[in-house]
């Protein structure tokens, strides 16, 4: 292969695998525009989307679209439990409180996926069979798309959603003064509870569209979750575009660097632009909310 | 001992802006103080009155403006700078320390007084005792001028509303301030307590702090200021004694013109 | 009542080092002490970490990095370039003094969430690095050949010996963590935790504050960190992962995250847990998870509270008979 195809290759793969941080960034942004909170489990509702999809053709004999939109919607329901049962009785508690009870939770989540199905790894078929398409001395797998649509139509819903309804309006109202939306009749505790539906719906799609691509297993979280919280504070912490832009910018950040550089520090990656964007500009690449300075 | 600028005033600010996107909070405001004044800050509410407050301790950053005191530029300083260079502030919505006891919250309001490190601190130097034994009475002290003698030991968040209130001025009585910002103090506090506040203020009045009072309470106001300065969407819209602001006719529509 | 109150702290505190002294002749195993020696190394762990998260308010996602980091460093100086053992121990307290200062000088500015994320991105890249810099660090299979303890000339010449160290050591981080807490330093930081506002108009610095809290706390860190390098001669990237850290938050927050006593006492708590559990190996993961739920819902100030709670249950019992005694 060329140079340049080799770099495009890098480019596709990273993308690929960049769009799954997106979407994982998306699921932190939703949950903080509604509650500012960091929600530590993120990650974990991503690894239970891939894996809950794999276990339900496994051990149900389920058609892959059936298996699929089951286990998003299985986890969807994972993040109301969540909420119902950690978050909301915590209602008002400090920041660290929430952060510990998230942490809690996600080490449960992973805990309890390593119990139920074992420590291997797994694989999901595509979700449409096809040979590799050919991009300019590149392969492109066909998997790619599905990932790339998934990933875009997600997008303008969630911007629909958040511009357009009232409901995702008032998801907004509650995260900048809660007080206030509850005076306008909005039921915060519904929204808070709501988005964390939507949030984990939006990781879990990103974990099972990822999944036939790359190898899923009960210990992919942490780091999944890592990078989307890395893709959001690129994009802007609260800005649901930024979260998937700088999903993919990071993918394929990393995948560029494990191809030229040394795939052993791959991850490292993700992390040390997490610090430097810390250090140097908090707001992100595209701004979002003004950053709160304490 | 203090050295009067150009212009007189002990302290004051000039020209001060605050605009927070498209919303002006404060528009070219000026305020001057006399050292032992008394000076209430009115108007009706959003007037921008707390905005003045935090402009002028360093939580906002102000977009246009000067703030002097005896001398010294504080425009833009970080809140502790502020603090340090003797100006305190209580506040609208109590901030406490529910996490200690009262006598501790007031121990705290010491702390730029208290002469000793880490070092003395680790060692249990004799510095150490000294200080903290000082540091102790001074503390009981303020309680008592403002009347929580008896709760000291007791949860800071344990105590009753009106209490809280008296607690973060003694707090602030603590920092020795020379400029003392209460912001709304009254507020929340029935007749009786309003009248007990007015007493407790001239008396630290009398002691020769300087104070500066946002207020709504306007017998309160009237009452015990020596100046009165209102404010009305963000400007000044008078100063002076009480008895002429209270005739103000532009001062009268305002606060009619709000029903 | 001041110093009143001093005295009853120091006596505590001998007391406890009186059963620490005592404790080895009583137990039965060596193998015990070995347990016990981790739970001191834990302790010191803890402590700086409580001062972290109890005292200041802040959350650290990755102290178990610190940890490793002076372990690595003291281990490398000491076994590859033959530094001597003082020398590299110092070394090594002196770089995460060094690391810690430089992360939190931005991070510190932001919100909660963002330092808890930064510590947690900063852990895994030193855990990264630990893994893949073969060459330095041994790489997974970790380092050995660590020279031993070696404190002013004098060598610990078995377990028991190097025990009487830790806990030294411990106690000694325990009293200094103690007297910062009980000075106007620790009304500041107490301050920051409940009102960073109102702690700054009253003159405290809270970024300095702040910085020198987290950099203090990575320095318990590290210093637990040169005695484990010496200690057990061995280091590998496993014992500094994310899963370590969380088990560090884990014992905080169990014993009370306002509370000295109380690290020390979830430090112990979930050292010796494990050994317990030994059975149940795959599981305790689920049981920190659910310990760390479990207490923030219904016991948030921890062991430290319970305690709390139980005396003053003791205290009501008594106090009824005698009232309904009185005429």
Not at chain 3, 27 to 56: K, S
Not at chain 3, 215 to 228: D, F, I, N, P, T
Request: charge should be neutral.
């Amino acid at each position: 292969m060329s140079f340049v195809a080799q770099l495009l290759q890098y480019v596709i793969t990273g993308a690929t695998v960049g769009a799954t941080y997106g979407l994982a960034g998306l699921g932190f942004t939703v949950i903080f525009n509604a509650t500012e909170v960091i929600n530590f489990a993120q990650g974990e509702f991503v690894m239970l989307g891939g894996m809950l999809a794999v276990f339900a053709l496994r051990w149900g004999g389920l058609p892959l679209p059936v298996a699929v939109l089951g286990s998003v919607l299985l986890v969807s329901g994972v993040g109301v439990a969540v909420d119902r049962l950690t978050i909301r009785p915590l209602r008002g508690r400090s920041v660290i409180s929430l952060i510990i009870v998230t942490i809690g939770v996600s080490i449960l989540l992973r805990g309890g996926a390593m119990l139920v199905f074992g420590k291997d790894t797994f694989a999901l078929p595509p979700f449409s069979s096809g040979t590799p398409i050919a991009v300019g001395g590149a392969a492109m797998l066909p998997q790619s798309l599905w990932v790339g649509g998934v990933t875009l139509l997600t997008l303008l819903l969630m911007k629909l959603y958040f511009d357009r309804t009232l409901l995702g309006k008032a998801m907004l109202a509650c995260a900048c003064d809660r007080k206030a939306a509850a005076l306008m009749g909005i039921s915060v505790d519904g929204m808070v509870t709501l988005s964390f539906a939507l949030s984990a719906l939006v990781g879990a799609l990103g974990g099972v569209i990822l999944a036939p691509i790359t190898l899923t297993s009960y210990d992919v979280g942490i780091l999944l979750g890592l990078k989307g919280f890395a893709a959001c504070a690129l994009g802007g912490l609260g800005n649901p575009f930024g979260a998937v832009a700088g999903g993919v910018i990071l993918g394929v950040l990393e995948s560029l660097a494990a191809g030229l550089l040394s795939s052993g520090y791959k991850d490292a990656v993700a992390f040390v632009i997490l610090l430097l964007l810390l250090f140097l500009r908090p707001a992100g690449l595209f701004g979002g909310r003004r950053v709160e300075r304490v | 001992m203090s050295r009067t600028d150009r212009d007189g005033a002990f302290f004051r600010g000039e020209g001060i802006s605050l605009r927070f996107g498209g919303v002006t909070a404060l528009q070219d405001v000026a305020f001057a103080v006399e050292p032992g004044q008394l000076q209430a800050i009115i108007g009706p509410n959003g007037a921008g009155k707390t905005s003045l407050f935090n402009v002028i301790t360093g939580l906002y950053p102000l977009d246009a403006g000067e703030i002097l005191l005896d001398g010294a530029r504080l425009t833009g300083a970080p809140t502790h700078v502020v603090a340090r260079h003797g100006i305190v502030r209580t506040f609208q919505n109590l901030e406490i320390f529910a996490n200690m006891t009262v006598l501790e919250n007031v121990l705290t309001g010491e702390h730029l007084h208290g002469r000793y490190g880490a070092l003395d601190a680790l060692l249990r130097t004799r510095r150490f005792a000294r200080e903290e034994r000082r540091l102790r009475q001074q503390a009981e002290e303020a309680l008592r001028f403002v009347g929580l003698q008896d709760v000291l030991g007791q949860p800071a968040g344990h105590l009753p509303f009106g209490s809280q209130r008296l607690l973060e001025i003694a707090r602030a009585l603590g920092a020795a301030p020379r400029i003392l910002l209460l912001d709304e103090p009254a507020a929340g506090l029935n007749v009786k307590e309003t009248e007990a506040l007015g007493g407790l203020i001239r008396r630290i009045v009398d002691r020769g702090v300087t104070v500066l009072m946002v207020e709504h309470d306007m017998s309160l106001v009237m009452g015990i200021s020596d100046r009165v300065l209102v404010l009305n969407y963000g400007e000044v819209i008078a100063s002076g004694t009480p008895a002429a602001v209270q005739q103000n006719p532009a001062v009268i529509a305002a606060y009619l013109g709000e029903e | 009542m001041l110093p009143l109150r001093e005295h009853t702290h120091l006596l505590g505190l001998g007391l406890f080092a009186l059963g620490l002294a005592v404790l080895p002749f009583l137990l039965g195993n060596e193998y015990y002490l070995t347990v016990l020696i981790v739970g001191g190394l834990n302790a010191i762990l803890t402590l700086g970490l409580c001062l972290l998260m109890g005292y200041a308010g802040q959350v650290s996602l990755g102290h178990a990095a610190f940890y490793g980091l002076a372990a690595y460093t003291s281990g490398i100086l000491t076994a590859t370039w033959r530094w001597p053992v003082p020398a590299g121990m110092a070394a090594g307290i002196a770089l995460v003094l060094a690391v810690a200062s430089l992360i939190a000088v931005p991070t510190l500015r932001l919100k909660g969430h963002y330092l808890a994320m930064g510590t947690l991105g900063f852990g895994l890249i030193v855990y990264i690095v630990f893994n893949e810099a073969t060459a330095l660090t041994g790489g997974p299979s970790g380092f050995t050949g660590i020279p031993k303890l070696s404190v002013a000339g004098w060598r610990p010449a078995s377990d028991r010996d190097t025990y009487y160290l830790v806990w030294a050591a411990a106690l000694l981080l325990f009293l200094g963590a103690q007297n910062l807490v009980r000075s106007r330093l620790g009304r500041a930081l107490r301050a920051i935790h409940a009102s960073e506002t109102a702690a700054a108009s009253l003159g405290v610095d809270t970024q300095r504050y702040k910085t020198a809290v987290f950099v203090l706390s990575a320095g318990y860190a590290a210093v637990a960190g040169v005695l484990y390098a010496h200690y057990v001669t061995f280091v590998s990237p496993g014992s500094f992962s994310f899963h370590a850290s969380v088990q560090l938050v884990t014992m905080v927050v169990l014993g009370g995250m306002g509370s000295l006593w109380g690290a020390v006492a979830g430090a112990l708590f979930l050292t010796v847990l494990p050994e317990a559990l030994r059975a149940v190996e795959d599981y305790d993961i689920l049981i920190y998870g659910a310990l760390l739920i479990l207490c923030m819902m219904f016991l948030p100030g921890g062991l430290a509270e319970g305690a709390q709670r139980a005396a003053r249950w003791v205290r009501a019992l008594r106090r009824t008979p005698q009232e309904e005694a009185a005429p």
